[in-house]
């Protein structure tokens, strides 16, 4: 049985880019290269052709942020740093499935679309709690796209992005277990 992967963001936008997109809807994406390529780099039972790209259908992008935030089992945290003009998001117990992370990958690469050019930033989706050192996804911000590295494992992270990931996986971790010391 595998178990929950944590979903890590962290990106450069503008506050007003930043709440733009959380006003609109998701988007479905186009299955393209970048999207093939990372497909079939994947190891998984049971591998299905990349078909379709399964998207959110809510109200807002904020809905789809929001769930994971308020749900009690998720361990999400968010912070927008208004000096650096960074939005990290954070979720703990976020999926153990590709089926399940594909809407949201879908969705952070419309956001990227809402950078400034020159806005950076990574979102990956990885075995912290666990500590078998397994990539799902891995996505790199740049030019107001944001790509799929092949990733497999946590060795080929940058160390100091991988470094700062888990220092607020554990301060997501510390406050998730909060709420049941209450």
Not at 90 to 113: G, R
Request: proline share 3%.
């Amino acid at each position: 049985m595998s178990e929950y992967s944590s979903l890590y963001i962290n990106i450069q936008i503008k506050e007003e880019k930043l709440q733009y997109f959380f006003q609109q809807k998701p988007m479905p994406q186009s299955i393209d290269e970048n999207w093939s390529k990372w497909w079939d780099s994947r190891k998984m039972y049971s591998k299905q052709p990349l078909s379709n790209l399964p998207y959110y259908r809510v109200q807002n992008n904020r809905a789809v942020f929001d769930q994971l935030l308020d749900g009690r089992d998720f361990g999400g945290v968010e912070h927008y740093d208004k000096n650096t003009e960074r939005w990290t998001f954070i979720v703990v117990f976020f999926s153990e499935n590709y089926t399940e992370i594909s809407p949201m990958l879908s969705l952070l690469k419309q956001l990227a679309t809402y950078q400034d050019a020159a806005d950076t930033g990574v979102a990956f989706i990885y075995d912290f709690f666990w500590d078998c050192e397994e990539v799902m996804a891995y996505l790199e911000f740049a030019s107001q796209q944001a790509l799929f590295k092949d990733y497999s494992t946590t060795k080929e992270i940058e160390p100091a992005i991988l470094i700062e990931a888990n220092r607020a996986l554990e301060a997501a971790v510390e406050k998730f277990s909060q709420q049941f010391k209450e």
